[in-house]
């Protein structure tokens, strides 16, 4: 998107939330997200961990000798 505040205005000004029909099955993928979302300001810290507390072996098959991105 060449023009991303455009955009963003674009969307906020359709009001899509006045659009969207409820549906039995819309009211089932919000339930299953509620439940099944592990993403929380508890869980950040670990989340956090698990991704980028990895050490150096990734690092190491991924980039050069000296662990330098080109």
């Known amino acids: 998107c060449n023009q991303l505040d455009r955009c963003l205005t ?5 009001q899509i939330s006045k659009q969207v ?3 039995m099955r819309l009211l089932i993928e ?3 997200a509620r439940i099944f979302n592990l993403q929380s300001q508890k869980r ?3 989340v ?3 991704h980028y ?3 150096n072996d990734l690092y190491e098959a991924m980039l050069d ?3 330098v991105y080109t």
């Open 10 to 14: 674009n969307i906020l000004s359709a």
């Open 21 to 23: 029909k409820p549906s």
């Open 30 to 32: 919000l339930l299953k």
């Open 44 to 46: 950040a810290y670990q």
């Open 48 to 50: 956090g961990q698990q």
């Open 53 to 55: 507390d990895l050490g």
């Open 65 to 67: 000798k000296r662990l």
